[in-house]
């Protein structure tokens, strides 16, 4: 009996307990979540400086035009592609190239014929010539690179060149083959003497994207540009660059410049001059860390900026005018809103930290703020405070006072930095 009652006070006592920690988590979900208003839960998070702009592409870029521009062109180099001082670029059509052609490729066929009429010839060397030719057949027929596709085609040409020559000194004087191999040769010949080639003058990037504007936004002459004149060229946005058929150019690919106009006011709020460095995101969301090398003042309300870039320079080359955005500072850390921010003095500020149903002052240092968000952070000694004229007791006891604590969230199953900040 004395038991049984012993028993059933315990059972009291549990339930009383358990009564106890289920209001203390009401209460904290009552705080946590009936009342959202009147708190805000720190998290890592991340503020930034935005402007989306529109820009004129500038390069260093090198054109490459001959006397025979009229004729057209064959590209010996695909666009795009990295060359060396001197090596040849492309090459302008010959006056009646393609009636030379057409009577080069009718006699290769009368010299085959005439060839395998013929089987004296075939000795080790054209043997050898013609399993290359069949080497590079099979080769042209497993790819779709058209880069390689020409070369395997030059590489012909030049072992059919080999082997008809062979062919013709072995042939007997006044044969008919002899015949065909000399009047091949003859309209080679004519086919490569009025041949113009273009080199290039310097290394760089091929490209026979040309707008003629090549010469009028270069480097060399940033000061000649204004809002008037880059406004003038009419250039749509994000417009790709036709393809000449009379011209190439070399480009610096290591470098290239964006000139832009932006509000002269937002410019001295981001204490933005010559030398600033800052981040730029393409179009395709691609970030590349970019410098201001030139500033000039347009009027009361704008300026010219130039950005220069050091790399994606390659990806731009389709264009001459584009949209980008540029991201005057990037802060990554503890996020609250600037209402929870609350100051003591110009220098001094803190947030009200609500931990368990009790509220504590915490200082903290700002390290940016945004238009809606901040980034904070705990201040690492009681000195600086003091200096900053929080009194000794209060600076004291802020070493023990840090923002975060740990708790367990159970919806996402992992702990967590997490503190309530009174707004």
């Known amino acids: 009996m004395k038991q049984e009652k012993i028993n059933k006070e315990k059972k009291i006592v549990l339930t009383i307990i358990l009564i106890g920690i289920l209001c203390y988590f009401s209460y904290m979900v009552y705080n946590l979540i009936v009342k959202p208003t009147n708190t805000f839960i720190i998290e890592n998070g991340k503020i930034s400086s935005e402007e989306p702009v529109q820009g004129y592409i500038i390069r260093d870029e090198t054109i490459l035009k001959g006397e025979n521009y009229k004729n057209g062109f064959v590209q010996i180099k695909a ?33 085959q014929e005439a060839w395998d009429s013929e089987n004296n010839i075939f000795l080790g060397d054209i043997k050898i010539l013609e399993q290359q030719i069949e080497n590079k057949l099979d080769l042209m027929y ?94 749509k946005t994000g417009q790709i660059i036709s393809s000449s058929e009379e011209c190439g150019k070399i480009i610096d690919n290591f470098s290239c410049y964006i000139a832009c106009i932006l509000n002269g006011k937002n410019l001295e709020e981001k204490q933005a001059d010559v030398g600033s460095k800052i981040t ?65 003095n110009d220098d001094l500020m803190y947030v009200i930290r609500r931990r368990a149903g009790y509220s504590d002052k915490i200082y903290v240092k700002v390290l940016k703020k945004g238009e809606k968000y901040s980034i904070i952070t705990n201040y690492d000694s009681g000195e600086e405070l003091l200096r900053k004229g929080c009194t000794a007791g209060r600076s004291k006891k802020q070493k023990k006072d840090f923002i975060i604590w740990w708790s367990w969230d159970i919806k996402n199953n992992y702990y967590k930095n997490i503190t309530e900040i009174l707004n």
């Not at 592609?81 to 009577?103: C, H, M, P, Q, W």
């Not at 013709?168 to 010949?189: H, M």
């Open 79 to 111: 666009e795009g592609e990295k060359v060396a001082k001197g090596e040849s670029i492309f090459r302008y059509y010959t006056n009646g190239e393609e009636d030379l052609s057409k009577k080069i490729q009718e006699l290769d066929v009368k010299i």
């Open 142 to 235: 497993h790819i779709s690179d058209i880069q390689k596709i020409k070369e395997y085609k030059k590489d012909l040409n030049t072992y059919l060149t080999k082997k008809a020559k062979i062919a013709g000194e072995l042939s007997p004087s006044g044969s008919y083959l002899k015949k065909l191999i000399e009047e091949r040769s003859t309209y080679e010949n004519q086919l490569n003497s009025g041949a113009e080639y273009l080199k290039a003058t310097r290394s760089g990037v091929v490209s026979y994207r040309v707008d003629g504007l090549e010469e009028t936004l270069t480097p060399a002459s940033f000061a000649a540009l204004s809002k008037s004149m880059l406004d003038g060229l009419n250039l």
């Open 280 to 344: 730029i995101r393409l179009s395709n969301n691609e970030q590349v860390n970019a410098e201001i090398v030139y500033i000039s003042k347009e009027n009361s309300e704008e300026e010219l900026v130039v950005f220069k870039l050091d790399k994606f320079v390659e990806d731009l080359i389709n264009y001459r005018k584009i949209s980008f955005d540029i991201i005057w500072w990037n802060v990554t850390g503890w996020k609250v809103p600037n209402e929870a921010v609350k100051y003591e």
